[in-house]
T-cell receptor, first 112, second 113 residues
Framework: GQQLNQSPQSMFIQEGEDVSMNCTSS?????WLWYKQEPGEGPVLLIA?????ELTSNGRLTAQFGITRKDSFLNISASIPSDVGIYFC????????????FGKGTKLSVKP | NAGVTQTPKFRVLKTGQSMTLLCAQD?????MYWYRQDPGMGLRLIHY???????AKGEVPDGYNVSRLKKQNFLLGLESAAPSQTSVYFC????????????FGSGTRLTVV
């Protein structure tokens, strides 16, 4: 079945540093979604991308829809302690329903 | 604005016991989903529903049953709990369509001993 591969699996960074993570697939996706999950909570949608090459920002977060349509990237600038959490990429797979498939996540830890 | 509400938040079951997890959404969403989250495994779809009275299997449906008698509610049942079903369960809902973002509940942490 389809899989989304996220890297890195985890990151330990200093407050103020920039962060980059990515998500790749063996199949073409028409939509890429990025979620953040804080400890003890459900995932929350951060950014949605619908067009190859699209670059979308949400505050200090910027995500890009790869030109090949098989990858997506998420960058966080000037990280702060509240950026801690697990970041998931997701995309619709199969048939007309297009249920979301999720990557296994990138766990971000920020040291003050 | 409650969004997606899951009950209970925590539960401990003995092997062989049964229980039902309740999910309620107040956004008038057509679609609802149940996922489980395990360490290193990400989110895996158990069952989903595209409307009142309809359900379908996801990636890992074995050992679970679901019902969607009312549009706003989606129930996940475990008939005979097993230790392998120890997990965090998330319910989500969305409007119809491919690539539409889901709204998640805050999860139910289930331990089967």
């Amino acid at each position: 079945g389809q899989q989304l591969n996220q890297s890195p699996q985890s990151m330990f960074i200093q407050e103020g540093e920039d962060v980059s993570m990515n998500c790749t697939s063996s199949s073409i996706f028409n939509t890429w979604l990025w979620y953040k999950q804080e400890p003890g909570e459900g995932p929350v949608l951060l950014i949605a991308l619908y067009k190859a090459g699209e670059l979308t920002s949400n505050g200090r977060l910027t995500a890009q829809f790869g030109i090949t349509r098989k990858d997506s990237f998420l960058n966080i600038s000037a990280s702060i302690p509240s950026d801690v959490g697990i970041y998931f990429c997701a995309g619709p797979y199969g048939g007309s329903q297009g249920n979301l498939i999720f990557g296994k996540g990138t766990k971000l830890s920020v040291k003050p | 604005n409650a969004g997606v509400t899951q009950t209970p938040k925590f539960r401990v079951l003995k092997t062989g016991q049964s229980m039902t997890l309740l999910c309620a959404q107040d956004m008038n969403h057509e679609y609802m989903y149940w996922y489980r989250q395990d360490p290193g495994m990400g989110l895996r779809l158990i069952h989903y529903s595209v409307g009142e009275g309809t359900t379908a299997k996801g990636e890992v449906p074995d050992g679970y049953n679901v019902s969607r008698l009312k549009k706003q509610n989606f129930l996940l049942g475990l008939e005979s709990a097993a230790p392998s079903q120890t997990s965090v369960y998330f319910c989500a809902s969305s409007a119809p369509g491919r690539g539409v973002g889901y709204t998640f509940g805050s999860g139910t942490r289930l331990t089967v001993v």
